[in-house]
């Protein structure tokens, strides 16, 4: 099984300041023939259910503020919040759907 | 717009059977182009998911190694829902459980879930 490992486990940045959080899977996401990663990031505020950010990797889900954005191939991952926004606190995972599903520990990201 | 609709108790006696509905609006639980799954979130586990079923031409299912034998995931296409049966359960299956949508954009592969349920919590305890 892929296992996903996300760094930090929290983080603090301040109001407009850059936010990035890294996740790295155990084996690739990336399926060769059409270049496509299998991974996708997910924002969860207390008491919610997770909401869909990006998938393959750094497309953005409809309605989805363009301060978030996906990077990376193969093992290594990454989201970044160019302007950190109030209502950006919360938990952030990764998840590779290239097999049976997989998600990080998750991010905890809070205002400094 | 898809919404997902949880139902079914928040306590469950240890070696008793789990039991979960998720009512599906604005799609069809017998759509060829979305799978239904299951996941659960505790603080040991994390995120973890559980099964799926989906059709295509007939209905298929599978299941996370970590609970197999345990589960089952049913469509009921008369009530265009679905629902999740995790049988002889420890207080290690306590969790929030979440019913959530994949969304079939390339056939034959899988993809992320696009929309969930809005969790229950399961206890499991005497």
């Known amino acids: 099984d892929i296992v996903m490992t996300q760094f930090p486990d929290s983080l603090a940045v301040s109001l407009g300041e850059r936010a990035t959080i890294n996740c790295k899977s155990s084996?690739?996401?990336?399926?060769?023939?059409?270049?496509?990663?299998?991974l996708a990031w997910y924002q969860q505020k207390p008491g919610q259910p997770p909401k869909l950010l990006i998938y393959?990797?750094?497309t953005r889900e409809s309605g989805v503020p363009d301060r978030f954005s996906g990077s990376g191939s193969g093992t290594d991952f990454t989201l970044t919040i160019s302007s950190l926004q109030p209502e950006d606190v919360a938990v952030y995972y990764c998840?590779?759907?290239?097999?049976?599903?997989?998600f990080g520990q998750g991010t905890r990201l809070e205002i400094k | 717009q898809v919404q997902l609709q949880q139902s079914g108790p928040g306590l469950v006696k240890p070696s008793q059977t789990l039991s979960l509905t998720c009512a599906i609006s604005?799609?069809?639980?017998?759509?060829?182009?979305?799978?239904w799954h299951w996941i659960r979130h505790s603080p040991s586990r994390g995120l973890e998911w559980l099964g799926r079923?989906?059709?295509?031409?007939?209905?298929?299912?599978d299941y996370a190694v970590s609970v197999k034998g345990r589960i089952t995931i049913n469509p009921d296409t008369s009530k265009n829902q679905f629902s999740l049966q995790l049988n002889s359960v420890t207080p290690e299956d306590t969790a929030v459980y979440y019913c959530?949508?994949?969304?079939?954009?390339?056939?034959?592969?899988?993809?992320?879930?696009?929309?969930w349920g809005q969790g229950t919590l399961v206890t499991v305890s005497s």
């Open positions: 959530a949508r994949e969304p079939k954009t390339v056939p034959g592969m899988r993809s992320w879930f696009d929309t």
């Open positions: 604005g799609d069809s639980v017998s759509s060829d182009s979305a799978a």
């Open positions: 079923t989906f059709y295509r031409s007939k209905w298929y299912n």
């Open positions: 084996q690739s996401v990336l399926y060769s023939s059409d270049n496509k990663n299998f």
């Open positions: 393959w990797a750094s």
């Open positions: 998840q590779q759907y290239y097999t049976p599903p997989a």
